[in-house]
């Protein structure tokens, strides 16, 4: 059985299962697909478990995405000489680095979900299979880590992903990566197998991409705690000639959705560590007077103006601006606003904010860690303008938690960001505004979409247009 199975344990010899093989009969997968969806619980589950699939479909030309649920900086908790913010950044190179062998000139999304906690944050990962979805042809073939894997990320990811493909008639299978070590033949479920021949290419695109995960195949260090989570032994289960899918006909579960969608953010008052920390935020202004080029750039003059005229009302009472940074944006949301509370996480962020705003009244400026320490007050609009993506799966949970609790009835939020990879971000801009879409008390009233960013206004009331709002139709 899978409880309590540790990979330091030797498991079960590769000898064993290429026996159980020789004489099993498993069905050839069908790989006439349109495009290829793969999610991974971690960073190295779609290497070890896809690695030559993805190889094999993406040499045909056909499209493939690789969604990242977590940055699996759990992976040493013992560890002397890691952190897990280090673990995360490291593993985020590591399969960036394996896909561009696998996928060349592919990257993952990422989305920053907290390690272990997958089943938490199940929406966020079934808003990101669902918009992936969306961008590709059809028809498409959905794989995520077989539900009976013995993981709890994997059984999380394999049941959000799952429900998501059953809504959207995509085709869904699991992949194994835990029971070839805990499992033996007897537990394996032989007739839902499919198998997916490798040739040699595949086979050797696979090693290749596999020794990118240094981390997990490697000790980090002598120390104990820094062990290889791969051994020896484990690794071999991921040499075959083939790759294995499961039908995974019991991984759909709605009480998981349900449970995920009601779940309530942490009430901890320091930012989780997999946010970025404050003093990135002041070495960055430290070294640049406007480090975005707000003032200067065409780029986010545009942008801000696109914002400003989205904005369904042409003034609000009480705004509430998040990540505030040199005050651009706050000094034309006082021109439609009667009060404006800005908060920004750097000093010197806020004292070119103050600078530029000079003694309006209506404006407030705070410094503040958000999500942790929000403001007080009630508020008809809030603004998250290119923060969301430095927040990790937690914080933004929190985050938008809180927005909700400080939303005036009929007010607005509007969310703004970068859509473009960041390696340094904890999420992805398109990730922020998939964790907003999927709030079940939220309405998008107006999307804007370009290649460089998303823009969305959302309201807590089914969406009127602004023509209706002003009396021009009833």
């Not at 059984?155 to 809504?167: D, G, L, N, Q, S």
Request: charged share 25%; with cysteine; aromatic share 6%.
């Amino acid at each position: 059985m899978a409880g309590g199975f540790s990979h330091l344990d030797p498991g079960t010899p590769e000898d064993e299962w290429a026996a159980a093989f020789r004489t099993a009969a498993v069905s050839r997968a069908d790989l006439d697909v349109a495009a290829l969806v793969v999610v991974a619980a971690h960073p190295d589950d779609e290497t070890l478990g896809a690695g030559g699939l993805i190889g094999l479909v993406a040499r045909r030309g056909t499209p493939v995405r690789v969604i990242v649920a977590t940055d699996g900086e759990g992976s040493h908790p013992a560890s002397p000489t890691r952190s897990p913010a280090e673990l995360a950044r490291t593993r985020r190179d590591e399969v960036t680095a394996a896909l561009e062998l696998l996928n060349p000139g592919s990257a993952p999304e990422f989305l920053g979900i907290p390690d272990g906690a997958v089943a938490a944050h199940a929406r966020v990962l079934a808003g990101a299979v669902s918009d992936v979805l969306d961008t590709l042809p059809q028809p498409a073939l959905v794989i995520a880590p077989w539900s009976g894997d013995g993981h709890g990320d994997h059984r999380a990811a394999a049941e959000a992903t799952a429900e998501v493909c059953r809504r959207r008639g995509a085709a869904f299978r699991g992949y194994p990566i835990w029971l070839w070590h805990w499992g033996t033949p007897a537990d394996a479920p032989w007739e839902h197998m499919e198998r997916v021949p490798l040739d040699g290419e595949a086979q050797e695109l696979k090693a290749r991409a596999m020794a990118e995960h240094r981390s997990q195949t490697s000790p980090l260090s002598p120390a104990v705690g820094d062990e290889a989570v791969l051994h020896s032994g484990m690794r071999a289960h991921f040499s075959r000639p083939f790759e294995i899918l499961v039908l995974d006909a019991a991984a759909p579960s709605s009480p998981l959705m349900e449970s995920a969608a009601t779940t309530v953010a942490p009430t901890q008052e320091e930012p989780s560590p997999g946010s970025t920390p404050r003093q990135w935020f002041d070495d960055f202004y430290d070294r640049n007077g406007d480090p975005w080029g707000f003032d200067t750039r065409w780029y986010e003059q545009r942008k801000r103006a696109v914002l400003l005229g989205a904005l369904p009302r042409r003034g609000y009472e009480h705004a509430l601006e998040l990540g505030c940074s040199t005050g651009a944006l706050t000094a034309a949301l006082a021109d439609r606003c009667e009060r404006v509370t800005a908060v920004d996480f750097a000093q010197a962020a806020l004292d070119a904010a103050r600078e530029r705003i000079g003694d309006r009244e209506s404006v407030e400026l705070r410094q503040a860690a958000l999500p942790a320490e929000w403001p007080d007050g009630a508020f008809d609009l809030i603004v998250l303008s290119e923060l969301g993506y430095y927040w990790d799966a937690a914080d933004l949970e929190r985050a938008i938690d809180r927005m909700l609790r400080s939303l005036r009835p009929g007010g607005h939020i509007v969310a703004c960001h970068w859509r473009h990879p960041v390696a340094s971000h904890p999420v992805t801009g398109d990730g922020v505004h998939v964790a907003l879409r999927t709030q079940p008390d939220l309405h998008t009233i107006v999307h804007h979409e370009e290649e460089d960013f998303l823009l969305d206004v959302f309201g807590t009331a089914p969406a009127r247009s602004v023509a209706a709002e002003t009396g021009l139709l009833p």
